[in-house]
């Protein structure tokens, strides 16, 4: 039986299609703030060590390479190219997510009503358990980025969000082989909590 809650030893991490020449398309969200959320979600999945497959298609007629701030996340990705919208369907893709021997999958990508929603619905038919990180996909628009989801979840993929992925691969902020790669993910990335995280290193002292 699955745990209920992502554990670092039963997830994988697959990026699909995080390339400027589709982000220019998004229009669901600020663009930088999902390419944040997107770099965030990599550094998550190397602190807590999750087998990370990335995917890209169209790379030399129209969308580019994978995004160069998330690269530097994770530089020793080799991102597989392709020519479906799927990525499940693309045999070389496939077979890099069945070798993590990892049933859990955590999605992010561009666009989040084709590649995302193409590749996420194909891996939970085939059994996988499939989260997919919403703040770390873009849409074409806030309408359509929504309903994406909405479908999704009716075939029980579940959404999520960076954060909380890290939160609950975390848990417990006494777990020291963990806490400093993830504190200082937070700090960079987490906004308003982050600032206090770093508020509370700085000035508050024990007594």
């Known amino acids: 039986m699955i745990k209920s809650l992502l554990d670092g030893g039963n997830c994988a991490l697959v990026f699909v299609d995080q390339q400027a020449g589709l982000a220019f398309g998004v229009g669901s969200g600020d663009r930088q703030k999902l390419l944040n959320n997107a770099v965030a979600l990599a550094k998550t999945a190397k602190v807590f060590a999750l087998p990370i497959v990335a995917s890209t298609s169209a790379t030399k007629v129209y969308s580019g390479p994978m995004m160069p701030a998330l690269q530097r996340a994770i530089p020793d990705v080799v991102p597989i190219d392709r020519r479906s ?16 021997g990892r049933k859990r999958l955590l999605i992010s990508g561009l666009l989040t009503e ?59 902020w006494t777990r020291h082989e963990t806490y400093d790669g993830a504190r200082a993910i937070v700090e960079e990335f987490g906004g308003g909590y982050g600032i206090g995280l770093a508020y509370a290193r700085d000035m508050i002292k024990p007594a």
Not at 86 to 94: K, L, M
Not at 152 to 164: D, F, H, L, N, V
Request: net charge negative; with cysteine; charged share 20%.
């Open 114 to 172: 084709a590649c995302v929603s193409f590749t996420a619905l194909s891996a939970a038919e085939e059994g996988y358990e499939v989260y997919v990180v919403g703040d770390a996909c873009g849409g074409l628009t806030p309408e359509s980025h929504e309903f994406a989801l909405q479908r999704m979840q009716s075939a029980g993929i579940r959404t999520t969000s960076w954060i909380q992925v890290l939160l609950e691969l975390q848990r417990d």
């Open 85 to 100: 919208m799927n990525a499940w369907e693309d045999e070389a893709v496939r077979k890099a997510i069945v070798a993590t």
